[in-house]
Nanobody, 126 residues
Framework: QVQLVESGGGLVQTGGSLRLSCAAS????????VGWFRRAALGQERDFLAAISVNPSITYYADSIKGRFTISRDNAKNTVYLQMNNLKPEDTALYYC????WGRGNNDTPAGYGFWGQGTQVTVSS
């Protein structure tokens, strides 16, 4: 089974940028749709941010981050990225990537995804 591992999180000031990576092991990511989510605090649900199809020109974004975040993929590196610009304190969260599971949930809900990574923490200071 393909396993996903997130990286690239860290501490950044307001207005700064980070690029998160979602790397696959145990198989190819090129045939999978992948989504990014975040959870602001324990006990809260994961919020949808962006998703990318096998066709990299097909992408989806939550309204809350549209224009600031960009999802992309590099199949040669078996990795999906989330470029985050103009970060705000409210972007502070644990960020996850996951595989789209067809037949389950919707494209923009956690129920539509599985094989979650462990997450990478992003903290934006004011």
């Amino acid at each position: 089974q393909v396993q996903l591992v997130e990286s690239g999180g860290g501490l950044v000031q307001t207005g700064g940028s980070l690029r998160l990576s979602c790397a696959a092991s145990g198989g190819s990511l090129s045939t999978l749709n992948v989504g990014w989510f975040r959870r602001a605090a324990l006990g809260q649900e994961r919020d949808f941010l962006a998703a990318i199809s096998v066709n990299p020109s097909i992408t989806y974004y939550a309204d809350s981050i549209k224009g600031r975040f960009t999802i992309s993929r590099d199949n040669a590196k078996n990795t999906v990225y989330l470029q985050m610009n103009n970060l705000k304190p409210e972007d502070t969260a644990l960020y996850y990537c996951a595989r789209r599971i067809w037949g389950r949930g919707n494209n923009d809900t956690p129920a539509g995804y599985g094989f979650w990574g462990q997450g990478t923490q992003v903290t934006v200071s004011s």
